[in-house]
């Protein structure tokens, strides 16, 4: 039988693996763990969300400011899709777990807040293989962002 002592420990072993330390968010090791275990067969929504010049941001505010501004976006996206499994997949890029459409919130956000990002969303299937879905999510996010910068 486990102790008190015992859990706590397996608890805060567990989100130091996987939740981000910033932004408090579920992180890559999670997405790579668990994700593929639990949502492969599921038909979902994958929206892929890079923060834009964020290193210029850093380069000239600094990372201080950087930070604030990844903790702040995470904050956002906890307050506008609160109850969707968020992820942090590392630096800039932000992963959106839905099973609801999450386009026109995710427009909302970037109409209503002090944030510049791109995202590209891919609608899974349940017979699509989650990877596959992600990698295309990435792809849209990317026309996106190229797109912007035209």
Do not use: V
Not at 17 to 37: F, H, I
Not at 94 to 103: A, C, N, R, T, V
Not at 119 to 133: E, P, Q, R, V, Y
């Amino acid at each position: 039988m486990m102790n008190i002592i015992e859990w706590l420990y397996l608890h805060q072993s567990n989100n130091l693996a996987y939740y981000d330390r910033l932004t408090q968010l579920l992180n890559r090791n999670w997405w790579e763990l668990y994700a593929k275990k639990q949502l492969d067969n599921k038909p979902l929504y994958l929206s892929i969300i890079d923060l834009d010049d964020l290193k210029k941001i850093n380069d000239t505010e600094g990372h201080i400011y950087g930070d604030t501004l990844l903790i702040d976006f995470a904050n956002k996206l906890k307050e506008y899709f609160p109850k969707d499994k968020l992820c942090r997949l590392g630096g800039d890029e932000f992963l959106i777990i839905s099973e609801q459409e999450p386009i026109e919130t995710l427009f909302d956000l970037e109409k209503n807040e002090k944030f510049n990002f791109s995202f590209g969303m891919c609608i899974k299937s349940a017979t699509m293989n989650l990877s596959d879905a992600l990698k295309h999510a990435d792809e849209h996010m990317y026309c996106m962002k190229s797109w912007r910068k035209e």
